[in-house]
């Protein structure tokens, strides 16, 4: 576990760039369940920053959210929420076939996309 807030942000950034470089391959829902892992990093190094402790061993970012008593905009939240869903579905998959219906390319970059924009929010509170 990093011991200081500021290497949750760094893990998070390089998992984005993971995000990119699965899409570039077409692992499309594997590029989605490293945003939803880089998210979780960038709050949980929020969450460290404010409460001066690890965090709780928990994938759930509307968890993180509340604890963390600041509203992103709410584009930015509602973004969060719907990403907080994919963390199951793409962690344990029941179907290859399904999965990759549900993350097509363009769903997946799309993700990127709004993951890139709620890091940005993330790091103007560190």
Partial sequence: MARDHREWLKQAEYDLETAKFMHSGDRFFYAVFMCHLAMEKALKGLYQKKYQKIPEKTH???????????????ATGKFIVRLN???????????????????????????????QEALEWAKRQY
Avoid: Q
Wanted: charged share 20%.
């Fill in 60 to 74: 759930n970012l509307v968890f993180f959210l509340e604890k963390l008593e600041t509203a992103p905009p709410e």
């Fill in 85 to 115: 869903s994919a963390s199951v579905a793409t962690r344990y998959p029941e179907s290859l076939a399904v999965i990759s219906s549900n993350y097509t390319g363009a769903i997946a970059k799309s993700i990127i996309d709004e993951t």
